[in-house]
């Protein structure tokens, strides 16, 4: 039977960018409104349970393996991840679906670094520039609503030396045929799986932005539907000669 992925879908009405209001020890929350998914959070870990134990358990071991500092992961889900950080110093979870949320704060105990929750939205984090040394997108940003706008607002947050983690399904370069196919499944599978846009280009939008990519695996998983092919691994970094923003 095949499985889902575990994308989730950051929502057209971003919060505005500021300092989250404290709520507790381990959440922040910033007020946002969106349209939230409860019924594909509900089943989000189930539909993955295969996966998880097959290959995207080792995908996030590995993507985890490779963070340092401080982590800000965008569309943090039910926490899938959490489990797996460790040495690292504070993991900021952005997660702007409050059905998702709920099953965030429940895996927060598991974690064994200090995480603080926040309600975000990719395309507007509330955290300082230069802020953040690790960024880690799994599955996420095939369904952010403004790629562009998500690449700009991490390389804001991001210092100098910082990196991006990702493991992500992105358009397949395996010719028109399975290109075709992917744009024909997006209506159906975009409904299906909380806002999933199966054809994102998302290492060009990256590079275009200004990042360096480098691609650690690529992974045609099994038991996956076609349409999600290929996965990739990468390590995102700042490109050297990038230039500054201006001065006011």
């Known amino acids: 039977m095949a499985t889902t992925s575990a994308c989730h879908w950051t929502p ?9 209001r404290f709520v507790g020890g381990t959440a922040d929350v910033a007020s ?26 080792a995908a996030r071991r590995r993507i985890a393996g490779l963070a340092r500092g401080t982590l800000l992961e965008i569309g943090a889900g039910t926490g899938a991840n959490l489990p797996y950080y460790q040495g690292i110093d504070e993991v900021i979870a952005c997660e702007p ?16 670094v200090a995480v603080r929750m926040v309600d ?19 599955l996420t940003m095939c369904s952010v609503d403004d790629p562009a706008t998500v690449a700009a607002e991490l390389a804001r947050i991001l210092r ?4 991006i983690l990702l493991f992500e399904h992105i358009r397949t370069d395996r010719g028109r045929l399975p290109r075709l196919l992917q744009t024909l499944a997006i209506p159906v599978w975009y409904c299906f799986a909380g806002g999933c ?9 990256l590079r275009v932005a200004g990042f360096e990519v480098s691609v650690l695996e690529t992974l045609y998983a099994p038991h996956t539907p076609r349409v999600m092919y290929p996965f990739v691994t990468a390590v995102v970094t700042p490109r050297p000669n990038r230039a500054a923003p201006e001065a006011a």
Do not use: I, K, M
């Not at 100098?160 to 990196?163: A, E, L, M, S, Y």
């Open 12 to 20: 057209r009405s971003s919060p505005t960018r500021g300092s989250p």
């Open 32 to 57: 946002n409104t969106v349209r939230s998914h409860p019924v594909y959070a509900a089943c989000y870990d189930r539909f993955n349970a295969y996966a998880e134990r097959s290959w995207l358990g």
């Open 97 to 112: 679906d409050p059905a998702y949320r709920r099953r965030l704060a429940r895996r927060v105990p598991e974690a064994r």
């Open 120 to 138: 975000a939205a990719a395309e507007s984090l509330p955290v300082p520039d230069g802020s953040v040394d690790t960024v880690v997108s799994t």
């Open 160 to 163: 100098p030396d910082g990196q």
């Open 197 to 205: 846009r199966l054809n994102r280009p998302t290492l060009d939008t």
